[in-house]
């Protein structure tokens, strides 16, 4: 499986199947959650889905961080689906 540094486009799928992976390298799951919050930040978007998307995403990851994985992921899988991403 193709890491999070690798050539090809980052996608919200991307990294949602790079974080269903045994054991995700923290500092690719780092760069992950900015590189979408860089992809969010680059979107055209109305105050209100920036912010539920800011949100999400800041929580995605402290959950990340204290070991509820299926939590962050869910988070990040409610962020693409508003964003279609």
């Not at 690719?28 to 912010?51: C, I, K, N, Q, W």
């Not at 929580?59 to 689906?81: C, F, M, P, T």
Request: with cysteine; proline share 4%.
């Amino acid at each position: 499986m193709a890491s999070l540094t690798s050539g090809r486009a980052f996608t919200a799928n991307s990294f949602l199947t790079f974080l269903k992976r045994p054991e995700p390298s923290v500092a690719e799951t780092a760069l992950g959650f900015r590189r979408l919050h860089r992809l969010v930040e680059s979107m055209p978007l109305t105050t209100d889905e920036f912010s539920f998307a800011h949100n999400w995403l800041c929580s995605a990851e402290q959950l990340w961080e204290a070991g509820d994985r299926h939590a962050a992921r869910y988070q990040i899988n409610q962020v693409a689906k508003k964003l279609m991403l």
